[in-house]
């Protein structure tokens, strides 16, 4: 057992409705308990889909226990074929469902269905939604990709794998991703799970590689795909200028094409904004990175190489990836924050004292807490991370918009000063948050380091001169300084001191 408020995770059989309803000609049978169905509102309120998701739920109650559940199961299918007349038919259970150990996949097999049935076991105690949606995609390749049966044409093909429903900003990736393999001259034989058919999952085998989005959702497909039919996938996920020229000349590499072109004509703003003499208050600045394996070790790349910040946080929740995770962080020097526990990454970022931190939706609850900027990369998002414009964190169009976002929240280079400069001003005084996030936050709290050392009234003085977004460092750094030369009280003196020590 464990306590939980907030997950960052649904259970897996979310991972295989977000295949299920990320594709067409597919219909999900879940054995489900009643209520189960608020997991259409994930689809219909936060990714605003105008229609439901392709699933029929059993939503059997406690009478029913009593009963033949089994038999519940056998109509919801037989109905769902005959209603929704699917290419296939995905078949799993719920939690609550897998305690009474129906064996829904079985008995759908029984029934005698005209279409192909998909049986998914996902055990819903051990694993998560993206291990769920991974497993699903992995399971329909299995059944239906068929080896390749035209001879190879003179323009080199590729699968898109890894889009789905739900998933962060995932629409418009794929616009970038598209345009960028057109611009390359690579032409897209399959896009899976979004919008693909059971019968396009069957020519997956046509293309001579994949293009892996996401592999927290396709990386198990793709490994089967290039196992059975000799397929190779990229392995660079195109988050970042940096990265997306990488991905570029990854997939000329696999296509036997010619990327200078294109890597001559790279139209992201991305690199001038950030070397413009603005973003000069940005250098240094120190970011806590937490989010999904990919979207985290993608953000500390281009924190750190492209917007020269100090990332002093990196981690995520997801243990399939944690060694990339832990390879990206150790490259960073820092130790990677593995948990999917909200109140370890709220700890891990006090105890850092970033001045931005970039996460998923809780870590914008965290940071709100700790006052602290905040933008997110990541899932779990909510409703307007789902926005009406186009918004991607890929490619060069994606950069665009990882800059303006992530720099949005901070304080404008301008405004810092003018805090530092007038900190006895009503409008710009000492505590005063940027004007354009509202109301000040609270003070970030500081802990305190070393309990042995006490501050001398004239340098606690002298440290609250110090403007606020700084602050907590100065003090930590003070106080380590202090505790290193056995110095029990921090006067005037050792302030300075510590000063010019590490600025040194
Ligand atoms: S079956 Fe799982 S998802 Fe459904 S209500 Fe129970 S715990 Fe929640």
Redesign the pocket.
Known sequence: MQLAVWTYE??P??GAMRVATAMEGLHYVLH??Q??T??DLLFTMIERRHRRPPVTYTTFQARDLGGDTAELLKAAALDAVARFRPQALLVGA????ELIQDDPGGLARTLGLPVPVVPIELP?YQRKENWGAAETLYRLVRAFAQPRSTPRGDRPTCNILGPTALGFRHRDDLVEIRGLLARLGVDVNVVAPLGATPADLARLGEADFNVVLYPETAGVAAEWLARTFDQKATTVVPIGVGATRDFIAEVAGLASIDARPILAAETSRLPWYSRSVDSNYLTGKRVFVFGDATHAIAAARVAAKELAFEVVGLGTYSREQARDVRAAARDLGLEALISDDYLAVEAAIAAAQPELVLGTQMERHIAKKLGIPCAVISAPVHVQDFPARHSPQMGFEGANVLFDTWVHPLMMGLEEHLLRMFRDDFEFHDEAGASHLGAAPAPVPVPVAVEAVRWAQDAESELRKIPFFVRGKARRNTEAFAAERGLATITLETLYDAKAHFAR
């Open positions: 649904g259970p059989h979310v489900a308990p209520g189960d608020y997991a719920s939690c609550t469902a819903s």
